[in-house]
C-alpha cells in the first residue's frame, strides 16, 4: 500500500514568486492533514480537511496561504506571494475516520520550500 | 491550548547503550500522547503511542513509553541502541477530543559505535 506522497520534494523560489504543493493520502483516508516545520522549530499544524471539506484551518498563517481537496483526495497548498519567512518543511499527513482522534496520522515525507 | 517540551535537542549515545528521551506537555483536558521519528530524508514514523489504559506503552524497534500523568510526562526509552536509530524524535500531543497534533522540537539521537 502506498505511502503518503508529496510534491515536490524540494522547491527554491524567490520572494513573491507563487509556489503550489501536492499531498496525496492514503487510499481511502478522509482526513488530510498539513503541518510546517519552520526553521528548526516545532512542527506546527496548518489545517485539517475531512474529504473536501476544511474541519480547522486555526493554523494557517495568513491569507497568502490557500489550500484546496477538490472531489476529497488530493490537496494542494499554494504560498501566494511567497515571503522568506515561509521557508520551512511542509508535511502533509493523512489518517483514518473510525476512531477519530485516536486514528494514527502517517505523514508524507514532505516538502522543503526555501524562499529567497 | 496544550504545549510539549522536549527537553533534549541532542542526545549523542554509543550503540548498545540505553537511550531516554523526555517530554513533558501541558494541558488542562484529557489527552492522546504520541512518539514519532524521523529517519534521514523520510517522513515522520509513529512509534507508539497512549491513548488509554495501561501506563507502559511499547512501540516498535523495540522503544517503550510511561506515560506518567502527576508528572505531566511521557518519556521514550530504548535499553540497547543500534546505529539505526540514529534519526530525529518529536513527542506529540492531541486533545482527545481533536485532531491536531502539537509537537515538541525534536530530540536529534545520534548513535556511535
Known amino acids: 500500500e502506498a505511502g503518503v506522497t508529496q510534491f515536490p520534494s524540494h522547491s527554491v523560489i524567490e520572494k513573491g514568486q507563487t509556489v503550489t504543493l501536492r499531498c496525496d493520502p492514503i487510499s481511502g483516508h478522509d482526513n488530510l492533514y498539513w503541518y510546517r516545520r519552520v526553521m528548526g522549530k516545532e512542527i506546527k499544524f496548518l489545517l485539517h480537511?475531512?474529504?473536501?471539506?476544511?474541519?480547522?484551518e486555526s493554523g494557517m498563517p495568513n491569507n497568502r496561504f490557500l489550500a484546496e481537496r477538490t472531489g476529497g483526495t488530493y490537496s494542494t497548498l499554494k504560498v501566494q506571494p511567497a515571503e522568506l519567512e515561509d521557508s520551512g518543511v511542509y508535511f502533509c499527513?493523512?489518517?483514518?475516520?473510525?476512531?477519530?482522534?485516536?486514528?494514527?496520522?502517517?505523514f508524507g515525507p514532505g516538502t522543503r520550500l526555501l524562499v529567497l | 491550548a496544550q504545549s510539549v517540551t522536549q527537553l533534549d535537542s541532542q542526545v549523542p549515545v554509543f550503540e548498545e547503550a540505553p537511550v531516554e528521551l523526555r517530554c513533558n506537555y501541558s494541558?488542562?483536558?484529557?489527552?492522546?500522547l504520541f512518539w514519532y521519528v524521523q529517519y534521514p530524508n523520510q517522513g515522520l514514523q509513529l512509534l507508539l503511542k497512549y491513548l488509554s489504559g495501561s501506563t507502559l506503552v511499547k512501540g516498535i524497534n523495540g522503544f517503550e513509553a510511561e506515560f506518567n500523568k502527576s508528572q505531566t510526562s511521557f518519556h521514550l526509552r530504548k535499553p540497547s541502541v543500534h546505529i539505526s536509530d540514529t534519526a530525529e524524535y518529536f513527542c506529540a500531543v492531541s486533545r482527545s477530543n481533536d485532531y491536531k497534533l502539537s509537537f515538541g522540537a525534536g530530540t536529534t539521537v545520534t548513535v556511535r559505535a
Open positions: 499527513a493523512s489518517s483514518q475516520t473510525s476512531r477519530g482522534p485516536q486514528e494514527t496520522q502517517y
Open positions: 494541558s488542562s483536558v484529557s489527552v492522546y
Open positions: 480537511f475531512v474529504k473536501e471539506s476544511k474541519q480547522d
